[in-house]
Each structure stands twice: as structure tokens, then as C-alpha cells.
């Protein structure tokens, strides 16, 4: 095969093989917003599903005090406070940028973080 009959195989294998990534990719969910927490423990949501959806979404929550007695005036399960606690605790002590709040999102008056691209974990317990 001649050099400029090359390109066009070569972008035809290229293409099969993003197309094949594509189909392998898992997509995260959306972070889980600490007003929903509240309405899924209003709703009755028990504790370990509520982590769940935590786990799920990726998200870190960087709780001010408070903030920690607002979650236990609505309801939040204190397993579920724990749990977000001992997560940010666990994230920052691994990854010591999470110590600047430039790496934090505030929105709805509460600190978030996910993992970039949401592709990983913050930990594995």
C-alpha cells in the first residue's frame, strides 16, 4: 500500500477503537447536593441508602459546623453526618490539596468536590 493510501486505514482503525472506548466508558451521576440529602431523609431514605447515593455520586462535602447541626435539626441520619465526615476527613489526609478551598465548589450555600472527570474514587474503604 502506498504512503497516501495509508491515512484513511489508519483513520478508520482510529475510529473503531474510540468508538469501541466510548461503549466502555461508565458516566457518574451528578453530585448529591445536601439539600437533597435532606429531602431523601424526609422522605423516609434510610441511612445506608442514603450513603449509597453518596458513595455513587463521588461527592465530598466540606461541612461547616453549623452546617453539621442544620443536617441533624432536619433529620439526617447521624450515620449519614458520620459517614460525610469521616470521608473528608479520609480525602484530605489523602490528597492534601483538598486542604484549599480553592478546590471546592460552593453552591446552595455548601462546599462540594468531586473527582475530576468523575472517573474515580476519592477512597476505597
Known sequence: MRPSHLAPVCLFIMVLLLAACTGTVQETPPPLTIPQIIALSRQGE??????????????????????IERLRREGVPEAVIDYIQRQYRQAVRRYPELNDWESWILYEGYWYATPDGGADVWLEE
Do not use: D, G, K, M
Request: charged share 20%; aromatic share 4%.
Open 46 to 67: 434510610s441511612a445506608s441508602e442514603i450513603i449509597a447515593r453518596i458513595r455513587a455520586s463521588h461527592t465530598l462535602y466540606r461541612l461547616l459546623p453549623n452546617q
